[in-house]
């Protein structure tokens, strides 16, 4: 079973080896987060993803921007635009889901294999670009509702605490890119994990209340 894939290949792409064409239900797109269902051709939902803006946006990526809010997946519209993609992981978990997202993935299952990254973006010597911090999770028809060994190894530290401790979003963009090689840099993740905590907790918070508004 492949992985998450945390350099240029997509998550539709894995999405698409399996089940076929998918395309994005928007549900909600402002200029503070996005909501959409991941379907198949049988508008079964294969992914519920929130995405949260984090970043005052150059012109290219709000022209980039316009078009994933008509419908476009991110990670094919950045493609689209000659961007490379990397994902820096900042948690997983298990989300208990409802029934309306039980619905949606038409499963019985209660809970949702759920991973928090950070969508980076760049050109060629550009300097990375955070899109925004993205939610996932995942029908159990998918991905089995557990974390393993693998999904805790890819887990690192949020950006903005890398950059706070001396990381270069260069350098992180560069670590990633190396197989998620934090060597060097194991102190610094523990301790801006400890530190950006009630950060992530609140991402967890702001998914419970978007999932909460469809029950």
Not at 13 to 39: F, S
Not at 87 to 112: C, H, R, S
Request: glycine share 6%.
């Amino acid at each position: 079973m492949e992985h998450f894939p945390q350099v240029d290949r997509l998550h539709t792409d894995v999405l698409e080896d399996k089940y076929g064409p998918i395309h994005a239900e928007v549900l909600h797109h402002d200029t503070e987060y996005r909501e959409a269902l991941l379907n198949d051709e049988n508008n079964i939902a294969r992914t519920y993803a929130l995405t949260f803006f984090t970043e005052k946006q150059a012109e290219e990526i709000q022209k980039i921007d316009e078009i994933i809010r008509d419908g476009g997946a991110i990670g094919k519209t950045f493609r689209d635009f000659g961007y490379s993609i990397r994902k820096n992981v900042i948690d997983a978990y298990l989300l208990e889901t409802n029934p309306w997202l039980q619905g949606k993935f038409n499963v019985t299952e209660t809970q949702a294999k759920t991973r928090l990254s950070e969508f980076l973006a760049a050109k060629e010597d550009g300097m990375p670009v955070v899109y925004g911090t993205v939610m996932e999770a995942y029908t159990p028809d998918f991905r089995p509702p557990e974390i393993n060994q693998v999904d805790r190894a890819q887990v690192s530290a949020p950006i903005a605490w890398l950059e706070h401790h001396g990381v270069s979003r260069e350098d992180v963009w560069k670590r990633i890119g190396n197989n998620n090689d934090w060597t060097g840099l194991e102190d610094i993740i523990k301790k801006s994990q400890a530190e950006s905590h009630e950060w992530i907790d609140y991402y967890h918070k702001l998914v419970e209340y978007y999932l909460g508004q469809h029950s």
